[in-house]
């Protein structure tokens, strides 16, 4: 590829963002839109639009870059959690890393590459990127030394910043264990793998059980349904329920007017339900009246109340029987976090779903490699033509030439990566995950590992495809033939890094699909109220693969290609304002690993210096310079000490809780008498099912309401041990009855609404 071609692709991209930026500068100022770029702060501010027709919402402006720089970690943390903040100090760590390496590669190995061998050098922009690769070094140069020394400077200063990162990440993990909220998820554990038993059901079970051996710190449990499909019919339709409730406390008309023209694109907003706000009432009382006499399906699952948060972190930790399938307890999620879909899966049966998850990720990588290979065969356009003889014709000018070889390859493969994040998100809920940030943690993982594999690993290796199939004969040619290869792809890397980075920030900020969901929600189906639960959470899954994806291009073409290093510095100093933006105001934290994301930073940031050094050991060797191949050997032993140090120093905080920090917490809430107010909030804090206690309440004339529940009196000499989490008999079959019910009512009350314009129509 020559270098006008990438100048091509850059002009391309620069375009584009420079139009979708724009663009978002104006679109965000209209109030149709605040519910697309400025859901979170809609979700807690409850904001009110502003409908004034003024020049200035109609003119781009860059105010919005500004207000997202200012932005401080505290903000962030505040609104997005610590994930959040781990994840904007990845792109901090980047940036200050490869400005490091930029400095060093642009001014000191990209004119040692250029001026590596004695040529002619022609007009740069019709030079091939080639010449400003290390593969334009004559071999025993003495310059080598000089790419030597460089990779030790990007490699010390990675890892000093990597330390000082993870010591500060690991100082807010230990703030997020003692937060001052009591946080349940630290005082209640989850029991899968419960016996069954003929003589008591699994209540008694568990309540005997961990009487017997955790007595003096047992407080309570609460067991767990299948509910499986149900479930999901009865979330759906409970929103529709919601709905209906909401509508009958909405202001009613007194006047029933026809509207005529309801092409979708014109006309005002109607409410067909408004009408029959005296029949809904009387269906209302029907409905909370269902009978109660099936009993739920209970599973082998359960969640454990502790006194303490010491005594849950050791039940947690302990073997608790001979048979490890059997009582198996891991710590539990926060409430807001659980995901229930899978609480009820036999503990034995996750290991099958483990093994058919990573067969199916396995083939779905090798079937992946079809379309990598003929990206790469875009890319290698002159091998390309031999075979099929039908292009020379078609690529007959030097502007479609630049196209094919600059711009389509990164384009096409793009277009295919979009549909991994879904479909391991997809393996990653079949995996059987207890809580929904693990799930979003393996979806991530999974991700990462696909993007590193596909994107780097298969495009480096299928360069030469078309040529020869073999490319690798022995593990010990691993070095030699990534030392081949990743110089003559590291021109692919550079358009990819345009087209995947600074295209997807864009994207990224203009949200294209919300933007048409809210067009057609507001202009064609004239739904004018803000949804909150429509409001997504921030997409780690896709984001942090992609950031550390362009971490490992910079480090491994850092020396090799230096070309690369300015682009990558772009796009982190763009997705830096972006991403806070986003953060800030689009995103909503409903749920967060707590800062688990970064061991998966560091882990693939020392993977990546180890690349780099691998590749450049090999690189070393083809160019017969023995003692700098020696340094790179004194310098992976270096990197995998320091990796070796942070994970004994600093990993164990993002594996487990301190033990002293929850003591701590213990005798203060016990000193202060907050314990007791704990302990009533655990038998609320996990409910399966979020209507059960808004279902048996039915309001009184006089505005306060009575419960249908009967609470157990627990001022005599019962203790905290026997009381049990109050729950319905029936709560599946009741609620979804219920939910149906009012769906039927909904779409009887719009027929019978229909049916009078069609009478009033025709008379």
């Not at 196209?403 to 059987?432: A, C, D, K, N, R």
Request: aromatic content about 12%.
């Amino acid at each position: 590829m020559k270098l006008s071609a990438l100048l091509t692709s850059a002009g391309i991209n620069i375009g584009v963002c420079a139009l979708l930026l724009s663009l978002y500068s104006v679109l965000r100022k209209q109030p149709g839109n605040i519910s697309v770029y400025f859901g979170r702060r809609l979700a807690e501010e409850h904001g009110r639009q502003r409908d004034s027709y003024v020049l200035e919402r109609f003119v781009p402006s860059p105010s919005w870059i500004l207000k997202a720089w200012q932005y401080t970690d505290e903000e962030i943390l505040s609104a997005g959690g610590l994930d959040a903040v781990v994840f904007i100090r990845a792109i901090v760590f980047s940036i200050r890393v490869f400005s490091v390496a930029a400095a060093i590669c642009l001014f000191g190995i990209l004119p040692l590459n250029y001026f590596g061998q004695e040529m002619h050098h022609v007009h740069i922009p019709s030079e091939s990127l080639d010449v400003f690769n290390i593969s334009n070094v004559m071999p025993r140069s003495r310059w080598l030394w000089v790419h030597c020394l460089a990779l030790y400077i990007i490699s010390i200063s990675a890892c000093i910043l990597l330390y000082f990162e993870y010591k500060g990440i690991s100082k807010l993990r230990q703030f997020y264990i003692t937060r001052s909220l009591p946080n349940p998820s630290q005082f209640t554990v989850l029991v899968r793998g419960i016996p069954k038993s003929t003589e008591e059901p699994l209540t008694d079970t568990v309540r005997n059980f961990f009487t017997r051996y955790h007595g003096p710190s047992y407080l309570s449990h609460q067991m767990i349904y299948r509910v499986g499909k149900v479930q999901k019919i009865m979330s759906g339709a409970e929103k529709v329920y919601k709905k209906f409730v909401h509508l009958n406390h909405c202001a009613q008309d007194k006047r029933f007017r026809l509207k005529l023209s309801r092409c979708g694109l014109c006309g005002g907003k109607s409410n067909a339900f408004q009408l029959f706000r005296s029949q809904s009432e009387s269906n209302k009382k029907v409905i909370l009246n269902h009978s109660l006499t099936e009993k739920n399906k209970e599973c082998a699952a359960a969640f454990v109340f502790f006194r303490t948060r010491y005594a849950a972190l050791v039940t947690s930790k302990v073997l608790q029987s001979s048979n490890p399938m059997l009582w198996v307890i891991d710590p539990a999620p926060e409430p807001h976090d659980v995901y229930w879909s899978n609480l009820w899966l036999p503990y034995r049966q996750l290991w099958v779903r483990r093994i058919a998850t990573l067969l199916g990720s396995i083939v779905f990588v090798v079937l992946f490699i079809i379309p990598v290979t003929f990206v790469q065969g875009l890319s290698q356009l002159d091998q390309l033509q031999q075979r099929l003889p039908f292009l020379k014709g078609i690529l007959r000018k030097d502007f479609m030439i630049q196209i094919v070889t600059g711009y389509l390859p990164s384009v096409i493969l793009q277009i295919f990566l979009y549909t991994v994040p879904p479909l391991m998100m997809l393996f990653s809920s079949v995996e059987g995950p207890i809580s929904r940030s693990g799930r979003k943690k393996s979806a991530c993982t999974k991700v990462l590992y696909f993007t590193i594999w596909n994107v780097f690993f298969v495009n480096v290796l299928s360069g030469s495809v078309i040529n020869q199939l073999n490319v690798i004969s022995s593990p010990k040619d691993i070095p030699t033939q990534l030392a081949k290869a990743v110089p003559r792809q590291a021109t692919f890397f550079i358009t990819y890094v345009l087209t995947s980075g600074w295209a997807s920030l864009s994207t990224e900020i203009m949200q294209p699909f919300g933007l048409l969901w809210n067009f057609f929600r507001r202009y064609i189906f004239r739904i004018m109220e803000e949804d909150p639960d429509c409001i997504l959470s921030f997409p780690y899954h896709t984001e942090v693969p992609r950031v550390l994806l362009f971490g490992l291009l910079g480090f491994t073409c850092a020396i090799l290609a230096p070309l690369i290093l300015p682009f990558l510095l772009v796009y982190f100093l763009l997705g830096y304002v972006v991403y806070r933006n986003q953060i800030m105001n689009v995103y909503i934290a409903r749920y967060e690993t707590g800062g688990r994301m970064w061991p998966i930073v560091h882990n693939t940031t020392i993977f990546s210096l180890i690349m780099a050094q691998v590749i450049a050991l090999g690189v070393f060797g083809l160019k017969e310079s023995t003692v700098a191949s020696g340094f790179m050997i004194l310098l992976l032993l270096l990197t995998l000490l320091f990796n070796e140090y942070c994970r004994q120093r600093f990993h164990p905080l993002f594996k487990n809780l301190p033990a002293q920090d929850l003591i701590d917490r213990d005798k203060e809430d016990e000193e202060t008498g907050r314990m007791e107010q704990i302990h009533e909030q655990l038998f609320s804090a996990y409910c399966q099912f979020p209507a059960e206690i808004s279902s048996s309440y039915t309001p009184d004339e006089d505005g306060e309401g009575s419960s249908g529940v009967d609470k157990k009196d627990t001022s005599g000499g019962d203790s905290l041990a026997d009381i049990e989490h109050p729950t319905l008999p029936n709560l599946p079959i009741f609620r979804l009855r219920q939910a149906v019910d009012a769906v039927s009512m909904l779409f009887s009350l719009q027929n019978r609404n229909l049916s009078k314009q069609r009478t009033i129509i025709s008379s």
